[in-house]
């Protein structure tokens, strides 16, 4: 017999009896079209209880202009993630990923690199984050310029085309005001 969450393409059990013997808080990320969703949860009998979630809109309030769903932009939303779930008192967490399959040097690679810079100890090889530039988003700032001087005038970078050379040092000053705690 299937359960009708696994048919559903939901839950796979598989992980979530793994995660759930470990008597850890999960740590899980989703990914939609435009953002990065970020959660700490607490298994309950009677349901998952969020203990603290970060977003990637709020990366706009502290001058985020380039995409929200981006390698910087997920280990921005981990380092925020990260923070507010040491100030609530959690030292220790599982990723789950879901029905999702875990695949090294990617955003939720990323993402985890976020986490444990934030002081939260996360179950992960160090070998599976992605390297530094990938998460500065210089391979971005690389890649756009290769685009600008081949003439491109598509909608890709549009929005942000002015800037786009700025993306390493806004994402320094971002990740610094958010490891002196500026945004809770």
């Not at 981990?78 to 990923?97: C, D, F, N, P």
């Not at 879901?98 to 040097?105: D, Y």
């Not at 986490?115 to 210089?138: H, M, Q, S, W, Y």
């Not at 081949?150 to 990740?175: A, C, D, H, T």
Request: glycine fraction near 6%; proline fraction near 3%; charged fraction near 30%.
């Amino acid at each position: 017999m299937t359960f009708k969450r696994r048919l559903q393409f939901k839950t796979d059990y598989k992980k979530r009896k793994k995660a759930l013997v470990s008597r850890l808080p999960l740590v899980y990320m989703f990914k939609s079209n435009k953002n990065i969703w970020a959660h700490v949860i607490r298994p309950t009998k009677k349901g998952d209880i969020t203990v603290v979630q970060a977003n990637s809109k709020e990366l706009e309030k502290l001058g985020w202009k380039f995409s929200r769903k981006n390698y910087p932009a997920a280990y921005l939303v981990g380092l925020l993630l990260g923070k507010r779930a040491v100030a609530s008192g959690i030292k220790e967490a599982i990723y789950y990923s879901g029905v999702r399959n875990f695949i090294a040097k990617s955003k939720a690679t990323a993402f985890l690199k976020g986490v444990t810079d934030a002081g939260l100890k996360v179950r992960v090889d160090e070998e599976i984050f992605p390297d530094e530039n990938v998460i500065k988003g210089e391979q971005i700032v690389d890649y756009a310029k290769k685009l600008l001087e081949s003439g491109y005038s598509g909608p890709q970078f549009v929005r942000v085309m002015k800037e786009i050379e700025n993306l390493s040092k806004v994402f320094e000053s971002i990740k610094k005001k958010i490891m002196e705690g500026e945004i809770k």
